[in-house]
């Protein structure tokens, strides 16, 4: 799509999700600011590593999360499969990826995945409160993962890494393979944050990623009803911004893990700032960066993507 096409679509989509969604929930912070103020990531390097698989049907799977939530419905990560019918689980290697926010239909990345499968299986990874794993209080999927509810959306991020780590060990035991790691925008924030705790993966692909937890909130017309909810606490924005720099990796970057980090962003983005994007690249060295001329939601149907994607993995092997 050209560039008018491109905002087009994406002013589109966040005008629906604002009117059918997001204007319809209100969410609040129930802790204090000093009670919010607490250490993240703590336990990511006692839990276990792998984890159990447990088969749902022949392209499904789920495995218990390790973080244990107050919704039994979030507590099963669930993991849809795909994969050429004649491919062996260790003839080759494996990608997991990462959906973005308030995703509700995994068919928009079906595009990508068919052009990736020839010389990948894909395990897409469904995030905390979407999908399968919305709360039945909830009206939507991703409600509770993102809102002006600060210690559930702490929570939520904290969970979604906790579970990458899991995933990709496990995959990375039964395969005996090179794992990769690809995301999309929310999903490539919790691979971002991933990626600032363990240095030991093959390589990982961002597309369009959130960037700044705080400016997205702060500057993005998607958030504004969160933003309105913030402003409406007792919490003050400044208390907010330090509360999202705990668990934010825009401000948790480290050098080891970029050298095999490639980063692909959208050029018309309407929902993270292509100057957000070029300050990302300023903070985080990564290896390989790729400039598309789309928008946040249409990058998905960039046909040269997945060769790109294929092409940086294939780089990181040698």
Known sequence: ??????IYVDQIVIKKLIEDKLSKVHHFSELSYNELKRPVYQNFFTIEKTTDLYQVDDSRFYFNSPLIDQFEENNKCYVNYYTNE????????SIIF??????????????????????YHIYLMTLPYHFERKPKSSLFGGEYFWSAKLERSMFAFEQGIYELKQMYYTVKK?????????????GAGIAQGFATLDHQFDGMFLINPVCSLSE???????????????LNSSITIEQVLDI??????????????????????GLYDQITSPAQYEELTNIWHFQKIIKYKSGHLNILRVPRLAKDIHDYFQMTKS
Do not use: W
Not at 1 to 6: A, E, K, L, T, W
Not at 103 to 118: A, E, H, P, S, V
Not at 246 to 257: E, L, V
């Open 174 to 186: 039964q395969t005996k393979q090179p794992v990769y790691i690809a995301a999309f925008s929310m």
């Open 244 to 265: 999202y720099s705990q668990f934010d990796p825009y401000h948790r970057n480290t050098t080891d893990q970029q050298r095999k980090m490639g980063l692909g962003y």
């Open 98 to 119: 990462l959906h973005g926010l308030y995703d509700d239909n995994r068919d928009i990345y079906q595009f990508l995945f068919k052009n990736l499968m020839t010389d």
């Open 216 to 230: 997205i909130v702060l500057d993005s017309e998607l958030c504004k009803t969160v933003k309105a909810d913030l």
């Open 86 to 93: 004649s491919n062996t689980l260790t003839d080759k290697a």
């Open 1 to 6: 799509m050209d560039q008018s096409s491109s």
